[in-house]
């Protein structure tokens, strides 16, 4: 990826399979957000091929949105719409379909509700959350359409300790549940729970690749 005459990510080649928890890992101004907007196909590359679930994303990006989820460092939560509605109407916009039938709808959007442990808050105006509330609403939203893929542009920041470990159980439990899960962090004492696989980017490139035992010290050391 270029920018004008100035390259921000050379040679970036990797795949990740469902099932993993890929965390991407660099100081900032790395490229991070740069890599995951091209994956999330907001962004196209200079050159370069992208693909998920057996579809061109470059040639075919509105079918790849529709199997990829992501939650980017703007909530975009209404703050006077309530959890639910927050879900409904995001399930309007995006035509989002549950079999034709409200109940359908409803029972999708409770399932979800429970899954980040928000329903017994769902009719709450969103306004009335903390941080990490706002974060799991965020992250319901993204896994409304039930995507094989999850993208997470520094899900961990700003959130205190027992915030950023429920979403680390969150984010483990989905990968688990058979998505692929792709997060940036430049926070690497963190959020590491449950990452099968650490990338580190520096200078635009892959610089290292960790697949097990990954601690905050290593990881320190692999982006330094």
């Known amino acids: 990826k270029f920018y004008g005459l100035r390259p921000i990510l050379r040679g970036i080649s990797f795949q990740v399979a469902r099932g993993e928890f890929v965390a991407v890992l660099g100081a900032n101004g790395a490229g991070k957000t740069t890599l995951l907007r091209m994956l999330a196909t907001l962004s196209r590359?200079?050159?370069?091929?992208l693909g998920t679930d057996g579809i061109d994303a470059l040639k075919e990006p509105e079918s790849a949105r529709a199997r990829i989820g992501v939650v980017s460092h703007h909530s975009l939560v209404y703050p006077d719409l309530s959890a639910y509605e927050n879900l409904a109407f995001h399930a309007a916009m995006h035509g989002?379909?549950?079999g034709g039938a409200r109940h359908a709808e409803s029972d999708v959007i409770e399932a979800v509700l429970r899954k980040v442990n928000l329903w017994a808050r769902a009719h709450d105006y969103a306004r009335t959350f903390s941080r990490g509330m706002i974060q799991r609403l965020t992250i319901a939203r993204a896994i409304l359409h039930d995507?094989?893929?999850l993208l997470?542009?520094?899900p961990f920041t700003g959130l205190d300790q027992t915030s950023a470990a429920s979403l680390s159980a969150l984010l483990h439990e989905a990968a688990v549940q058979g998505r692929a899960v792709v997060m940036t962090t430049h926070e690497f004492g963190r959020g590491l729970d449950g990452v099968t696989r650490a990338l580190a980017i520096k200078g635009g490139k892959i610089d290292g690749e960790l697949t097990s035992d990954i601690s905050a010290e290593t990881l320190g050391r692999l982006v330094a």
């Open 45 to 49: 590359p200079t050159s370069g091929a």
């Open 96 to 98: 989002l379909a549950f």
């Open 147 to 149: 995507p094989p893929l």
């Open 152 to 154: 997470l542009d520094e």
